[in-house]
């Protein structure tokens, strides 16, 4: 059996007007930032994921050791010099 709601308890109590304006605010201005900054940075998420997706399917083990530590080195070094 489902219970039933109680009973009504009347209109909400009045909130004061702008009430929740700071917090609001400073979301508003978080998502310009975001918006902002990430043009700049979504060549270095690229690069980063193209180095995940490929190690993830196991290409660097078909590389010799002091390779995929160079090939780690440079997506390093691209992802940090794309960031800046």
Known sequence: ?????????GP????????GLPARRALARAVLLVERLWPALWPAAGVGGAFVAASLLGLSAW?????????LGAVAAAVLGLAI
């Open 1 to 9: 059996m489902i219970p039933r709601p109680g009973p009504a308890t």
């Open 12 to 19: 909400e109590p009045a909130r004061r007007p702008g009430a």
């Open 63 to 71: 590389l010799p050791p002091r390779f995929a530590v160079l090939l």
